[in-house]
């Protein structure tokens, strides 16, 4: 079964197996990764916001303009960030790793 390795705020690193066809959200979810995917899935919200490690970004699929968008939103957004609820676990992703954000977006300013 395929791998992929979420890396925690704090710096840790967790190994888990991700079932193929699963969303590497679903993943985090089944792990009790802290990643929250507030709206399930549905293209709703960006806190399931990760961090792709640059030589995994580019084997994704392209993000969708409909991702594209809610990623516009995330906080700490970089160039290698995608949603977890729209990566889906293929045999090609194992091994992934992916950081999540430092922060998630909430209503205090710094
Ligand atoms: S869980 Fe809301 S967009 Fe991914």
């Known amino acids: 079964m395929p791998k992929v390795t979420f890396i925690e ?9 991700a079932p193929v066809g699963l969303s ?14 507030a709206c399930e ?11 792709v490690e ?3 970004y580019d084997l994704l ?5 409909d991702e594209e968008d809610m990623l516009d939103l995330a906080f700490g957004l970089t160039r290698t ?6 990566i889906i676990i293929t ?9 999540l954000p430092a922060g998630t977006r909430n209503m205090q300013k710094a």
């Open 54 to 56: 640059p030589d995994w």
């Open 24 to 37: 590497l959200l679903e993943v985090a979810h089944r792990n009790k990764i802290d990643l929250e995917g």
């Open 9 to 17: 705020r704090n710096g840790a690193k967790r190994e888990c197996e």
């Open 81 to 86: 960030s995608r949603l977890g609820c729209q």
């Open 91 to 99: 045999k090609e992703l194992d091994g992934l790793t992916v950081r």
């Open 41 to 51: 899935g549905s293209l709703a919200c960006s806190t399931c916001h990760v961090v």
């Open 61 to 65: 699929p392209d993000a969708t303009e």
